[in-house]
């Protein structure tokens, strides 16, 4: 009942037919041309793991799926059991994170993601150029050990860490130093991002010279 919600064919229509009739052209073509062929030589090898393809509705339109296969044998012969699951949500979502993370990565703006005690995990290719810190001369380390210029007291970096830990945005101007030890004004805003438990986690930091 499954297989005919995702294919569009009916039991009857299925029956009998080649596995090739839901799987899109380019599948049967070549070194995959007939079921026989394919069973004996590639998907064979995919006994026992999970593989990712197209499979192809009856309307002609194409969704990705994950094909598992197992094999049996009766009396009556040797047999070829496929699981299939439709993973266009997975996909959709996979491509929508990508945009995502292209768009962070393209943006004008340096972006620093921290862990909770300010350690650096991401930067963007902006930060690199605003800062001179190459990402993995940046990840792992904190801020103060790059980018502090020493401008600012400890009451100033207190009050922010106060308001940071508090789960609220703190934005503000400051001075910090490059690699090459110039100073440059700053335009910061940094975010506070909550775990599925509602706890701080995470911190973003958008900078602007």
Do not use: C
Request: glycine share 10%; hydrophobic share 40%; proline share 2%.
């Amino acid at each position: 009942e499954a297989a005919t919600r995702m294919f569009g064919y009916t039991e009857t229509e299925m029956v009998g037919q080649l596995l090739t009739q839901v799987i899109p052209q380019r599948y049967r073509d070549g070194h995959t041309a007939g079921l026989a062929r394919v069973l004996s030589g590639g998907l064979r090898r995919l006994i026992g793991r999970s593989v990712e393809l197209s499979g192809l509705h009856k309307e002609g339109r194409e969704f990705p799926l994950e094909l598992s296969l197992a094999q049996w044998e009766t009396a009556g012969g040797h047999f070829f059991t496929a699981f299939i699951r439709d993973i266009t949500q997975r996909k959709t979502s996979e491509a929508d994170l990508h945009l995502k993370s292209a768009a962070i990565e393209a943006a004008a703006n340096a972006i620093v993601l921290t862990d909770v005690t300010g350690a650096i995990i991401w930067v963007n290719g902006a930060f690199s150029k605003l800062s001179g810190y190459a990402e993995h001369e940046a990840v792992g380390k904190n801020p103060r050990e790059l980018v502090k210029s020493g401008t600012h007291d400890q009451a100033f970096y207190r009050r922010m860490w106060e308001t940071l830990l508090a789960g609220d945005v703190w934005r503000g101007e400051l001075m910090n130093r490059r690699k090459d030890g110039s100073v440059y004004p700053e335009e910061m805003t940094i975010t506070p991002i909550r775990n599925a438990d509602g706890k701080v986690a995470n911190f973003i930091a958008v900078k602007r010279n």
